[in-house]
């Protein structure tokens, strides 16, 4: 029988509703009673009488000693009169019956009362009311649940999540498949007298893989699995999270063995006394909370705490040492192998053409993490399945690359003859110069098709395998390719445009790593003259220090514009050399707008036999 997840009751919350639907509609009611009726007047006895004698009183309703009436101009009257089974009241009956007042006698009720009185209740009881459903639209089945632990129970049959759905980090698995190891049997552990850590932190950039491995971890525990997001402890009002926190490891306690996963932990670890006015007390009462209940565990407790977090550099001390979070794994980012792998999991329920290579798509992705793969496979799915095919091919795979990459094709973007011709001599360049020397990454595709935002075409180039050290060679050739189409324009069309704009950004911060970091300039020797500066304010920047002399400076900017001129003159020199060579890779350009490898390879084959130095 499925379990309907807790909160108000549906016939509770159907109540409630009615209630204030019925509340609203009387009020409502009365309101338009009221301002249909108009306004009743209040006159005194001996007014009322006068009225009477004159004949301009129409309809008398006599109710007990209340005497309510209309007069013949339609306003409403009320006057307080004799009382019954007195002289006075005899004659007044007389008095109406004499000048042909309509009349009628009711008896006294309290009815009247009780409309007055709930007519000033309503609106109490109505606020009353929906504060109290808002309270709990806000915090739950109670209004008064603030300070409670808003970590979710995660079981087996939520997460279908295990080892097998985690691919491309083996090394990673290994290590935490040792917690799951602890968990079902901690007599192996504590026969060797063997400490499982206490806290396990989950360090690596975004998309990774940190919190699908801490749900593959609840899928393979079979233990309790408490996981909760940084942010939802910390509260406008302070003491909240501290208090979080303490039923949070209450809870973890009352259910060990088991594992507390708090997700994005530098929401609430942070270092402490940082930022503008000195800290922000509660979230720092939410850490030092957070710090005790970890120092106050047992040995044999049975809690592990399982965190994640992309920016470790913000993280408070106190937290990353032994005993808190003892152990730290880095989950980096795939190689080839393990893109290839995060591919196989990720289209092992698409239907796949014989064509796809996953292979190939591994060496063309490098740098993506598991989430770009992700998003890969579902963006080609999605492209199949827009033109009816019955699988999905190597082209979707390659188109939804370029989206990815790039952005969207704006085929309908329309662009004058001559923008389009000055486009092409420099995406040409670009292609061209990346064939002429010798340490450039191999070129994948060249096109004039606009893309995404501000791409008026691109040369699309992708290493051939993962690179981990790269030599002063090799960073020049990426220099010089990145300079290829101002050069091109340079050449043919004798100024400069706007095109170059992001090549010369990329140039110039290229440039300044190879000068200031890598230590690869010949006039300033193996220095690193960059030092690393967390931003106290926003905790994210590095900074590069400015610590050295002013002579030094002006060495560095020498230096910096030294790499860009010698490689651009360098691109000059190769296109004016090869000059036929670009001619005839633009007017294909202008002809196709898109050229693949194999295209520039049979162009070239007669112009450029192989790359130069």
């Given at each position: 029988?499925?379990?309907r997840?807790?909160?108000?009751p ?25 301002g249909?009726t108009g306004?009743?007047n209040?006159?005194?006895?001996s ?5 009477v ?8 309703v ?14 409403r009257f ?7 089974n ?11 019956d ?20 709930l ?5 109490v009881?109505?606020?009353v ?6 309270m709990?639209?806000m ?13 979710k129970?995660?079981?087996?049959e ?11 980090i083996d090394?990673v698995?290994?290590?935490v498949r040792?917690?799951v190891d602890?968990l079902?049997d901690p ?5 060797l ?7 396990i ?8 893989g ?21 942010s ?19 809870k ?6 088991c594992i ?6 530098d ?9 503008i ?16 209940e ?13 965190a ?7 993280l ?15 989950v ?7 893109r290839?792998?995060?591919l196989?999991?990720?289209?092992r329920?698409?239907k ?5 290579d996953?292979a190939v798509?591994?060496r ?14 579902n963006?080609?799915?999605l ?9 999905i091919?190597?082209?979707?795979f ?13 085929k ?9 011709r000055?486009?092409?001599y420099h ?6 110069v990346?064939?002429?020397v ?8 060249v096109?004039?098709?606009?893309r995404?935002i501000?791409?008026?075409g691109?040369?699309l180039?992708l290493?051939?395998?993962?690179r ?14 990145l300079?290829g ?20 950004k990329h140039?110039?911060?290229l440039?300044?790593r ?14 690193s003259l960059g030092?690393?500066r967390?931003?106290?304010f ?8 400015d610590?050295?002399?002013?002579e ?5 900017d020498?230096e910096?514009?030294?790499f ?7 691109a000059?020199?190769l296109i ?14 202008l002809?196709?707008e ?6 520039v390879?049979?162009?070239l084959?007669d112009?450029?036999p192989?790359?130069v130095?």
């Amino acid at each position: 029988m499925e379990k309907r997840p807790m909160g108000t009751p549906w016939n509770l919350r159907l109540l409630t509703f009615l209630l204030v639907l019925g509340l609203v509609v009387f009020m409502v009611v009365q309101l338009f009673q009221t301002g249909t009726t108009g306004r009743t007047n209040s006159f005194s006895y001996s007014h009322f009488l006068d009225l009477v004698r004159a004949g301009r009183v129409a309809e008398v309703v006599v109710r007990g000693a209340r005497i309510e009436g209309i007069l013949r101009t339609g306003e409403r009257f009320v006057t307080q009169g004799p009382p019954e089974n007195s002289p006075a009241y005899a004659e007044l009956v007389s008095l109406l019956d004499a000048q042909g007042v309509s009349l009628q006698f009711e008896s006294p009720s309290s009815a009247s009362w009780f409309w007055t009185i709930l007519s000033y209740l309503l609106p109490v009881l109505l606020l009353v009311v929906l504060w109290s459903w808002m309270m709990r639209r806000m915090q739950g089945t109670n209004a008064f649940t603030f300070t409670q632990s808003r970590a979710k129970l995660v079981t087996k049959e939520y997460t279908r999540v295990t080892f097998k759905d985690v691919a491309g980090i083996d090394e990673v698995l290994e290590e935490v498949r040792e917690i799951v190891d602890y968990l079902r049997d901690p007599g192996r552990f504590a026969r060797l007298g063997a400490k499982i850590p206490k806290g396990i932190l989950l360090v690596g950039p975004p998309g990774t893989g940190k919190t699908l491995l801490a749900r593959a971890i609840a899928g393979e525990a079979g233990v309790p699995f408490f996981s909760i997001s940084g942010s939802d402890f910390v509260e406008m009002f302070v003491g909240v999270g501290a208090a979080r926190v303490r039923d949070m490891f209450q809870k973890a306690k009352a259910n060990a063995p088991c594992i507390v996963f708090i997700d994005e932990l530098d929401a609430v670890g942070r270092k402490r006394g940082a930022g503008i006015g000195g800290g922000h007390d509660e979230r720092e009462q939410t850490l030092n909370q957070l710090l005790a209940e970890m120092d106050g565990f047992e040995g044999d407790t049975g809690v592990i705490v399982l965190a994640a977090t992309n920016r470790p550099d913000v993280l408070d001390p106190a937290l990353l040492r032994p005993g808190r979070f003892d152990r730290k794994i880095v989950v980096p980012p795939p190689d080839l192998r393990g893109r290839e792998a995060i591919l196989r999991v990720h289209t092992r329920n698409k239907k796949l053409a014989p064509d796809v290579d996953l292979a190939v798509l591994a060496r063309r992705t490098p740098g993506f993490v598991g989430a770009d793969l992700e998003n890969l496979c579902n963006e080609a799915a999605l492209l199949a399945a827009r033109k009816n095919k019955p699988a999905i091919e190597m082209a979707d795979f390659e188109e939804a690359l370029e989206r990815v990459i790039t952005g969207l094709a704006r085929k309908g973007m329309y662009i004058k003859e001559e923008e389009r011709r000055r486009i092409a001599y420099h995406e040409a360049g670009h292609a061209l110069v990346s064939k002429l020397v010798p340490n450039a990454d191999p070129l994948l595709k060249v096109t004039i098709v606009p893309r995404g935002i501000g791409a008026l075409g691109y040369a699309l180039q992708l290493p051939a395998e993962d690179r981990y050290v790269l030599t002063k060679a090799e960073l020049l050739d990426r220099l010089t390719v990145l300079l290829g189409g101002r050069a091109a324009e340079e050449v043919v069309f004798g100024d400069q445009t706007t095109g170059a704009t992001e090549d010369l950004k990329h140039a110039t911060e290229l440039a300044k790593r190879m000068v200031v970091e890598y230590g690869m300039s010949e006039e300033l020797g193996p220095l690193s003259l960059g030092k690393e500066r967390t931003n106290i304010f926003l905790g994210e920047e590095i900074v590069k220090s400015d610590e050295h002399s002013e002579e030094l400076t002006a060495a560095i900017d020498r230096e910096i514009r030294r790499f860009v001129l010698e490689a651009y003159e360098r691109a000059k020199n190769l296109i004016s050399r090869y000059r036929e060579a670009l001619d005839r890779l633009a007017q294909e350009l202008l002809r196709r707008e898109t050229l693949d490898k194999e295209d520039v390879d049979r162009l070239l084959a007669d112009l450029v036999p192989q790359p130069v130095g």
